[in-house]
Structure formats: structure tokens, C-alpha cells
């Protein structure tokens, strides 16, 4: 079966675009599952039979219709950089690395960018801030993050201070998908059927063009400020992340230990001291300076952006860069990702310390969620078992702190899924034989079916 693939995939494509060797194969097929350690048993044997590197439109078109008329599985992958096994073929079959449908970005004279779905955030960040724009909002990973897989299997990260997630504030355009069918057709989506593909884990079609808003471009200054306790570092940053007077672009702050993961920076860490990193307005540095004096923080880094690694990145150690660092210093650490009520925060933060102690150290991201400045949450765990695990997610529940389950590797459960069922509507239409990443959504019920079926 695998040989006869093969030999198909090599007759029908140019040459080159077939990638046969075995561990090549199963290292497309992978992306940062094992961040969790439940993922991790769960998927570390998950591989493709074959992976293809196609380079336009037509050759995605040849793979899709031979992969329907075969009725062949099929999982796509951008980058690879995402943390929930969301590329990872569960059934075999082909993995459609679009790596290579990186060469085109338009930044258009209205503030958006048109790309195909293999580019790389960072070259998008770098076309945009050359014609006086920037990203609205974009991974720690986007040095390596395709905007195709951001769109697909990412929520939001630096710049969600000011333009909230991906889904807000129409920073998402349109998406182009190309649909699962014997013969493909190409589809735009706009306005609520964005929602179709959007965070999707490529079920629902394969995007192959995207456009999305820019911001104006500034010059940021990055901050380092360390504060002697939890406390006073979390009132400051709710305070600055609430501020509108401050244009910004990161609000993280870390509960120590976890600066003392951060092993590059160590000469700006503060043994025991909380942590908080900033993006502010170059143009409002000296003003942000005096709120810091006020505050008892202490500025101990303090240098511009400049998009790629040609300097320190304080980005590099934000949202799930974060939980890297952990990992990188005790791979028994896993994480959570938890969603606060701006109001309730602090006696949610005193519950969960109360119940687990030192299980749970604080990393809080701040964005803007539907206009309110919203505590989100990426804490590093120590892991012990999944019962442990699991009991702090259901403690959750019963305090009112969101859960986006990490642990999971099905949409429905990964805490973005829409009541809506605009995504298993768009399964049905745009893959009717439910080849695309088969297991991710959970069958084609909608979701209402499922609640109906469980009660
Ligand atoms: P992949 O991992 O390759 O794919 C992600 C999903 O999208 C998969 O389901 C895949 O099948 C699907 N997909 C990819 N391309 C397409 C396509 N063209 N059409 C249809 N489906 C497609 N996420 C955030 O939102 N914010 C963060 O700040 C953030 N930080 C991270 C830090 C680290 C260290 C790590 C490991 C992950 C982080 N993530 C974050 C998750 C991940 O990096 C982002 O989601 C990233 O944007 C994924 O891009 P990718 O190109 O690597 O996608």
C-alpha cells in the first residue's frame, strides 16, 4: 500500500516533491506534542506513510483529488511549531507539508498583507515594517510559525494587549481554502464563515491563501522589570495592561521560579524576585520609566525590537516559549493554559495556590478580549500523574477559570471551539469524506449531538 502510494504520489508530481525517507517522514509529522506529557504516549508512534512538498496551487489541487479518489487521509503542515499534536496524522496517509508555498506577500496600500500559507510570520513582520505597517498579533514562535498554520491551529500572543486574539477585531480578512474533494475547488471565506477554517486544525480544508490586517508600524522598546513579590508584579502589570494611555505590545509577568529557567538572561534576573516583560512605545519609554520608580519595580533590561533574533528577544521567553524553558530545566514541568475573570482574579490566583501550593506557578499573559483587558494564563504545572493533572483542571471549573486543555488532541475539547458548529457545518461541506486529519474533530456531530449523546 505504501510502495503503491509512492509510486503514484512520483508519477503524478514534478520531481523532488515526494518525501520518502522514513525519518524525514516522521519528523514532518511532528510538531511540539510532547510539551504534554499525556500527548506524548498518545502520540509518539503517530506518523504518515508518505509526505509531499508542493510548491503551487495545481500541485496541492493533484494531491487532494488523488488522495479523494483513493480515499487516502490527509494532514497538513505549516511549520510544525504547534503544541497540541494538531498536525499529527492520526490515521497514516499523507502529510501535505506546505513549507514550500512561502514566496508570495503582498502588503497592500490599505494596511493588509495577502500571503500564501507556507510564509513565515517574521517575513511578514519584516515586508509589513517595511511599508510602514506591522503584524497586529503574532506567536512567540514566529521566527519559524507559517501564517497559514497560525490561522489554523494558533489563538494569538505578542500584540493580543492591543488587537485581542486572532479572531478579533477583523485582524483575519479572508482565507482561501482549497476544499477535500475529487475535484477541489477553491473557496473564499469572509466575515463569520472565517470561523469555518479559522483554528480549524486544517479539518475543514486546506488554506492557500490568507489575508490578514496590519497595524501601524511603531518603534517598541522591550522591558525587563523585576518586583520583590507576586503581588506587587501582577498589580503593576494589570494596572499598565490596563492603561490606554501606553501603546503596547506585551504585559507578561512570571512568579518565580520561573525567570530562573530563562538561562540566557540570567544576568538580568533577580534571584526569588517576580518577573514582568513589557513592550511599550519607544516614543513613551521615559514615561513608562517613571510608573515603574513608582511602582518599586527595578528596570534591569532595556533595549529596542527589531523583528528576527538579531538581538535579545523578550519574546522568546513569553507565552508558550515559556513552558519551553521549563521543559528545557525539569522535564517533569508541564503547563496549563487558563482563562481569568478580570474581577475575580486574585481570589481564583488564592484558590488554586490554596488547593495545589507550589504544583502551580503563575506566567500571565495579558490581552484584550473583546475590549477588556483579561489575565489569560499559561502556568507551569508540576507533573505528577494525569489524575493529578486532571483534578486541577476540573478544580477549574468549579471556580470559574476557563481551561483551553493542552493535554487534549481533539478540537472540541481544546477550549476554542465554537457552539456555533460552524466547523462541523464546514466539514461536511468542504470534506465530506472526513479525510482531512481524521480523529481531530470528533466525528460530525455537531456539537449539540454530543451533549445530547453524554447526557
Ligand atoms: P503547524 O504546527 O504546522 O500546524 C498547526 C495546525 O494548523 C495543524 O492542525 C495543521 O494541520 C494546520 N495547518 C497548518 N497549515 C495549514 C494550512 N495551510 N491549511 C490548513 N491547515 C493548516 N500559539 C499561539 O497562538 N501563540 C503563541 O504565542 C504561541 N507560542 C508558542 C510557543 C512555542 C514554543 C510553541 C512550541 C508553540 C506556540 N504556539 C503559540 C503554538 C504554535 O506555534 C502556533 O500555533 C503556530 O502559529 C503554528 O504555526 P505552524 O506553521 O507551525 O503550524
Known amino acids: 500500500m505504501k510502495q503503491e502510494l509512492i509510486s503514484a504520489l512520483t508519477e503524478l508530481l514534478p520531481p523532488g516533491r515526494v518525501i520518502v525517507d522514513g525519518p ?30 508542493p510548491s503551487s496551487r495545481e500541485e496541492i489541487s493533484t494531491v487532494i483529488s488523488f ?34 508555498m512561502d514566496r508570495s506577500i503582498q502588503i497592500t496600500t490599505q494596511g493588509t498583507a495577502i500571503c500564501e500559507p507556507g510564509v513565515r ?28 498554520g497560525f490561522l489554523a491551529g494558533g489563538s494569538g500572543g505578542i500584540g493580543s494587549i492591543t488587537y485581542g486574539a486572532l479572531r ?20 473564499k471565506l469572509t ?24 497595524g501601524p508600524k511603531k518603534d517598541w522598546a522591550q522591558i525587563a522589570v523585576s518586583f520583590d513579590d507576586w ?37 538580568w534576573v533577580s534571584p526569588g524576585k517576580a518577573l514582568a516583560f513589557f513592550e511599550v512605545a519607544d516614543s513613551e519609554l521615559e514615561r513608562f520609566k517613571g510608573t515603574v520608580e513608582k511602582s518599586g519595580g527595578s528596570i534591569s533590561l532595556s533595549v529596542p525590537y527589531a523583528p528576527g533574533r538579531r538581538r535579545v528577544q523578550l519574546s522568546d521567553y513569553t507565552w508558550n516559549h515559556t513552558t519551553l524553558w521549563a521543559l528545557k530545566f525539569d522535564p517533569s514541568l508541564t503547563y496549563l493554559q487558563l482563562g481569568f475573570l ?36 499559561l502556568p507551569v504545572v508540576r507533573f505528577t500523574n494525569e489524575a493529578r493533572l486532571q483534578e486541577m483542571i476540573d478544580f477549574c471549573a468549579t471556580i470559574e477559570v476557563g481551561v483551553a486543555n493542552p493535554h487534549i488532541n481533539y478540537l472540541q475539547g481544546s477550549g476554542r471551539w465554537r457552539p456555533d458548529d460552524a466547523k462541523v ?15 481531530k474533530m470528533l466525528g460530525l456531530q455537531s456539537e449539540a449531538e454530543m451533549v445530547a449523546k453524554k447526557d
Request: net charge negative; hydrophobic share 40%.
Open 191 to 214: 466575515g463569520n464563515d472565517l470561523f469555518k477554517s479559522l483554528h480549524a486544525w486544517g479539518t475543514t480544508g486546506i488554506i492557500v491563501e490568507v489575508e490578514i490586517a496590519l
Open 425 to 439: 457545518t464546514a466539514k461536511r461541506e468542504f470534506d465530506p469524506n472526513g479525510l482531512l486529519n481524521p480523529g
Open 24 to 53: 524525514e517522514v516522521d519528523r514532518l509529522s511532528k510538531d511540539f506534542f510532547w510539551y504534554s506529557p499525556v500527548l506524548e504516549k498518545l502520540l509518539k508512534d503517530k506518523s504518515a506513510e508518505v509526505a509531499v512538498r
Open 121 to 148: 510570520l517574521v517575513a511578514i513582520e519584516e515586508a509589513a515594517r517595511a511599508a510602514g505597517w506591522e503584524l497586529r498579533c503574532y506567536p512567540s514562535t514566529y521566527v519559524k510559525a507559517s501564517v497559514g
Open 342 to 377: 478580570p474581577d475575580k482574579v486574585r481570589d481564583q490566583f488564592k484558590a488554586l495556590k490554596a488547593k495545589f501550593g507550589d504544583e502551580i506557578i503563575w506566567h500571565v499573559e495579558f490581552v484584550k478580549s473583546a475590549g477588556v483587558v483579561t489575565p489569560g494564563s
Open 168 to 187: 478579533d477585531n477583523e485582524t483575519v480578512r479572508s482565507i482561501t481554502i482549497m476544499t477535500m474533494e475529487a475535484s477541489p475547488r477553491e473557496v
Open 67 to 100: 488522495a479523494c479518489l483513493n480515499q487516502i487521509p490527509m494532514s497538513v503542515r505549516g511549520a510544525g511549531t504547534g503544541n497540541y499534536g494538531q498536525c499529527i496524522p492520526l490515521k497514516g496517509g499523507i502529510l501535505l507539508d506546505l513549507g514550500g
Open 231 to 267: 503581588d506587587s508584579c501582577f498589580t503593576y502589570c494589570e494596572t499598565m495592561a490596563r492603561d490606554e494611555s501606553f501603546s503596547k505590545r506585551l504585559v507578561t509577568c512570571f512568579e518565580w521560579p520561573i525567570p530562573s529557567y530563562f538561562t540566557p538572561l540570567l544576568k
